[in-house]
């Protein structure tokens, strides 16, 4: 029953927060506000939104592609198809639960090719390090290129909480969230060690994960086919950047938004995606409110554009379309050829 209400939790909170923040922001836009976020849904062109998921789509090829070096590495010659189908079948689990994504990607290369689960999943952690490296230093790069907009941001945030009659930083008491969130590590790590020492269950399960890991992060370095994983890890980010940028041209009012803009709104992007399972609400309110700085104060007020909103919404949509809508083909035809080579 514990474990239930766990699990449970770790789907309701996430996605409470997605669905705050969706009525939160609504709630910001005047009446004017809203009929322009509503006016520029209808507005848009969906041209550029195939684009950008035919971008997206190609992204996902491509890391089909790189994960069959890995494994190859590993002794195990895996047929494209099937590594396209685990692939995308781990996209479209992780929009219905949180995490679920690597597992069922290596579940599903083991019914279709035999892999073994340990080694499939360690590859698919070594490939989550790498393109942690690669999102790091997206984002290094992305800093360096909003150095002369953090004094706007702080000025559209106390205009904001002027607006609504928000004492500002400077004349009201804080907490000292520094100590807080160390005190929190602290205890998780406490916890966890305790757990891990005291349950001989977990503690197999974390070093099967570990050796997985181990495995599938040499085989990134000792892979012969190195020139063409890195190749294939730049064509992935490449084309996630172009998916989100083309994305833009789909309203004449963010069309205009620099490069710099663009950058910034795809990390914003990305963290709400990590924060909550899929993105909903999060990921088109943190898109706004960054590309928002780039396109001048709001009419009305508040703090977000309602079209950067829009836009959010539209880059969030079309990504989830193509996600549920190949990802459960792939589940469909992944699974129908593992039940024929059972029989």
């Known amino acids: 029953m514990k474990k239930v209400v766990i699990g449970a939790l770790k789907v309701l909170v996430p ?6 923040l969706i009525f939160y922001f609504y709630d910001q836009l005047d009446e004017n506000q ?38 190859e590495h590993l002794g195990h010659r895996v047929g494209f198809w099937n590594a396209y189908n685990a692939t995308m079948t781990g996209y479209f689990m992780n929009m ?16 279709a090719e035999g892999v073994p689960f340990e080694k ?21 790069v992305t800093v360096l290129l909003q150095l002369d907009k953090l004094d706007l941001f702080q000025e559209r945030i106390a205009r904001f909480r002027a607006e ?38 977990l503690k197999a399960r974390i070093k099967a994960g570990v050796r997985g890991f181990y495995e599938g992060l040499r085989s990134v370095l000792m892979t012969k086919d190195r020139g063409a994983f890195l ?9 996630y950047v172009a998916m989100f940028w083309v994305g833009f041209f789909a309203l004449p009012t963010t069309a205009s938004v620099p490069f710099a803009g663009i950058m910034a709104g795809f990390i914003a992007g990305s963290i ?33 554009r309602p079209d950067a909103l829009a836009m959010g919404w539209l880059l969030w949509v079309a990504q989830s379309i193509l996600l549920i809508g190949l990802g459960g083909l792939s589940l469909l035809l992944i699974t129908r050829k593992g039940k024929q080579q059972a029989q």
Request: glycine share 14%; no cysteine.
């Open 272 to 304: 709400g995606i990590v924060l909550v399972q899929g993105g909903i609400g999060v990921y088109p309110a943190f898109v706004a409110l960054i590309v928002g700085i780039y396109m001048g104060v709001p009419e009305g007020g508040g703090i977000i």
């Open 96 to 111: 219905l639960l949180p995490r679920a994504g690597e597992a069922s990607r290596a579940v599903m290369l083991y019914r």
């Open 15 to 20: 996605l409470g927060l997605g669905v705050w």
């Open 164 to 201: 609504q009659g928000t004492p500002t930083a400077s004349t009201e008491p804080g907490l000292p969230w520094m100590w807080i969130i160390v005190g929190m590590m602290v205890i998780g790590a406490i916890a966890g060690t305790f757990l891990y020492m005291t349950r001989p269950a």
């Open 120 to 140: 499939g999943f360690g590859t698919i952690l070594a490939e989550r390090a790498v393109d942690m490296i690669m999102l790091l230093s997206i984002a290094g």
């Open 231 to 239: 190749l294939h890890t730049f064509v992935i980010w490449g084309l």
């Open 34 to 71: 809203r009929t322009e976020l509503f006016a520029a849904f209808k507005e848009a062109n969906w041209g550029w939104l195939l684009l950008s998921m035919f971008l997206g789509w190609g992204s996902h090829l491509s890391r089909a592609w790189r994960w069959r070096y890995l494994l």
